[in-house]
């Protein structure tokens, strides 16, 4: 939040000015005898008959039921594939790691 510290010449530019308005707002300006069209609104709008509905072409199938999740197979699933991903991880960083080694060795000799 900001506090107003004092008269400024920036704070100035923004404040109202005093005394009576310099122009008073003009009136609309009508075209030149009334030559051009005048809008007359939206055209009426009837109601559709009570018994109306729209055409029912298809009817859908209810939804199938979906079959059941063997939930221990999915945890057993889930752990093999993160020990698979933990694996090749372990092995990529340690080629990494040798190739570094190499790398640095063949800088200092």
Excluded: K
Aim: proline fraction near 20%; hydrophobic fraction near 35%.
């Amino acid at each position: 939040m900001t506090t107003p510290s004092g008269d400024s010449a920036d704070d100035a530019f923004w404040r109202r000015p005093t005394g009576p308005p310099a122009d008073p707002p003009r009136p609309p300006v009508e075209p030149a005898g009334g030559a051009g069209p005048r809008y007359a609104g939206p055209p009426p709008s009837s109601m559709p008959p009570p018994e109306w509905q729209p055409a029912l072409h298809v009817q859908p199938s209810p939804p199938r039921a979906l079959p059941a999740q063997d939930l221990p197979a999915l945890d057993t699933a889930e752990s093999n594939a993160r020990t698979l991903t933990y694996g090749i991880g372990m092995v990529g960083g340690a080629v990494v790691l040798v190739l570094m080694c190499l790398l640095c060795s063949r800088v200092l000799f």
